[in-house]
């Protein structure tokens, strides 16, 4: 996706974790844990196939590379990890690329064929919308 700001705004805006909920369409909350900041408590929720889907974890932010790499795995809850990567393509853009895996939750192996174009679809919006908001900051 690109960002109409530059690579050190994007990096920085994607870095608080607390602030997904206004961009991310599924994530209904993300708590920083005040004594271990590398932690975060994140609520799911969505309504999807016919369905209220609600899941949560505490992920672990990995040493990040300023302005370049930010990358996550979660320790409980549902399984996930995953990496969002910053390219400069000039002084006032660049190249947000996000990279999830995730384990399919038992309840939703029903329709697992239908969930990845989903979630594609999902996380494509909220870039967008993050793209949108980084140029507001």
Request: with cysteine; aromatic share 12%.
């Amino acid at each position: 996706m690109e960002v109409d700001v530059p690579v050190s705004v994007a990096y920085d805006f994607y870095l608080d974790r607390e602030s997904f909920p206004k961009w991310m369409p599924f994530i209904s909350s993300v708590e920083v844990l005040k004594d271990k900041p590398d932690l975060s408590r994140w609520s799911l929720k969505y309504n999807a196939f016919g369905q209220d889907i609600k899941y949560s974890w505490l992920a672990r932010n990995l040493q990040p590379t300023p302005n370049q790499k930010i990358h996550w795995r979660s320790l409980e809850g549902l399984p996930n990890k995953g990496s969002v990567r910053f390219f400069p393509k000039g002084p006032s853009s660049c190249i947000v690329e996000l990279t999830v895996s995730y384990e399919v939750p038992a309840l939703l192996t029903p329709v697992a064929s239908a969930l990845r174009p989903f979630l594609e679809r999902l996380l494509r919006g909220g870039l967008e919308r993050f793209a949108t908001l980084a140029k507001t900051t």
